[in-house]
């Protein structure tokens, strides 16, 4: 089974590593030795046995998986799931799998490397598999299916030349999403988060992420989390020393980093998918922020 997408069109011998895969069961293939995947349980549970563990997933939920897992799996309630396949040289060259397993990119900090890094990081630093299940929200699992969506429709679809980028590009959204909405801002035990606060600012942070898109102000953030605006700056300072609109406007540049330096999208559509569909607005606020255009940034930073 080849895990990945070949171009059909006439002329092209393009292939992506990318293999997206809707199931009621899962595939024999879902061990396989060569890639990375994310498994989407939209509906329905499992109960996995890998090795010495044995747990149960529940939907929504989602799973990491490296080409190093092997389980096997018992349906105990009627699944649905979406399974995007990949490997991991479609975010950077570098990244084969033996590399990644060697730790040698853990060293590059400061480096844009690193940066691509913390985008497969997850999948192989917690070494068991129950500890990269990660439950969704219905908006998180709502905003992951809007991903895997606009890959597949990518990827069969191949309707214009920017297809290969653009699959690419929801699958990195996709890594973007899980690492900042569940992973970087997750407390590591509720307990241990005093009054709540980090409990509070990792449902609102998660909220920003998955509406990154979306038109965000501070009202609609009060009136969502019933919190005042003092509060909810305060609560952004203390657990991430910037203010709230200042943490949403950093992810979303930081995301227009990535889809400038990764792919070879317009300018203006990689505008519209961080929140701005102004893009004379997004130049305004990118050049503010780094001192360069979009355009000028991609130009001088795709090659690293």
Not at 106 to 112: D, F, L, P
Not at 271 to 282: I, T
Request: hydrophobic share 35%; glycine share 4%; proline share 3%.
């Amino acid at each position: 089974m080849k895990l990945c997408t070949e171009c059909h069109w006439d002329g092209w011998d393009r292939i992506v590593d990318i293999y997206p895969e809707r199931c009621d069961i899962l595939p024999e293939y879902i061990n396989d030795k060569t890639t990375y995947k994310i498994l989407i349980l939209e509906k329905g549970a499992i109960e996995v046995t890998a090795g010495r563990e044995k747990f149960e997933v529940s939907a929504p939920a989602l799973i990491t998986l490296n080409q190093k897992d092997r389980f096997e799996y018992r349906i105990l309630k009627n699944i649905k799931a979406l399974i995007l396949y990949f490997n991991p040289t479609v975010i950077r060259e570098e990244f084969t799998c033996a590399r990644i397993d060697s730790g040698e990119f853990e060293s590059t900090m400061g480096k844009s490397i690193f940066q691509d890094y913390l985008l497969v990081e997850y999948f192989t630093k917690k070494k068991n598999i129950s500890d990269r299940v990660i439950s969704l929200t219905m908006n998180g699992l709502k905003r992951m299916k809007e991903y895997f969506n606009s890959a597949e429709n990518e990827l069969l679809g191949q309707r214009d030349g920017f297809w290969p980028c653009r699959s690419r590009s929801y699958l990195m959204e996709m890594l973007y999403f899980i690492m900042y909405s569940y992973i970087e801002v997750a407390p590591e035990s509720y307990e241990d988060a005093g009054n709540g606060s980090q409990e509070e600012f990792s449902k609102i942070a998660e909220y920003l992420n998955e509406n990154i898109d979306k038109h965000i102000t501070l009202e609609i953030l009060t009136k969502e989390f019933a919190i005042n605006r003092n509060k909810l700056n305060a609560l952004f300072m203390e657990q991430s020393s910037m203010t709230c609109l200042g943490y949403l406007l950093s992810l979303r540049l930081d995301l227009a980093k990535i889809l400038l330096t990764k792919t070879e999208l317009p300018v203006n559509e990689i505008s519209a998918r961080v929140g701005y569909p102004d893009p004379n607005y997004f130049t305004k606020i990118f050049r503010n922020a780094t001192g360069k255009t979009p355009s000028q940034y991609r130009k001088d930073n795709s090659k690293n």
